[in-house]
């Protein structure tokens, strides 16, 4: 069984910055890539920013320069810095990570439980 937590979101002005940490325990084998996303009531949940094993990155266009994924392969975590908030960054922010649970085990999805970030004057 693989659990996330997930911390750091919160209310913020704009142009202002959160920084959310999502840290993976339970039977975790090896971890691959491993993703933020974010979801707006009514709207698909997108993808915010990635990072694989090897720390390549990549991020949607609209946060590009903005906000740095990052990853600590030692304590299981990913962390998304986010800077130069806009209103329209407000959303619930998902950890995901595709994650081995044993060396014979195939990959699987897990989704941690979510935080809301919310972008206002």
């Known amino acids: 069984q693989v659990q996330f937590a997930e911390s750091g979101g919160g209310l913020v002005q704009p142009g202002g910055s959160l920084t959310l940490s999502c840290v993976v325990s339970?039977?975790?084998?090896?971890?691959?890539?491993m993703n933020w996303f974010r979801q707006v009531p009514g709207k698909q949940r997108e993808l915010v920013a990635e990072?694989?094993?090897?720390?390549?990155?990549n991020y949607l266009d609209s946060v590009k320069g903005r906000f740095t994924i990052s990853r600590d392969n030692a304590k299981n975590s990913v962390y998304l810095q986010m800077n130069s908030l806009k209103p329209e960054d407000t959303a619930v922010y998902y950890c995901?990570?595709?994650?081995?649970?044993?060396?014979?085990?195939?990959?699987?999805?897990?989704w941690g439980q979510g935080t809301q970030v919310t972008v206002s004057s």
């Open positions: 995901y990570g595709l994650i081995g649970t044993g060396p014979y085990d195939s990959p699987h999805g897990y």
């Open positions: 990072i694989n094993s090897g720390g390549v990155t």
């Open positions: 339970g039977s975790v084998f090896i971890i691959h890539a």
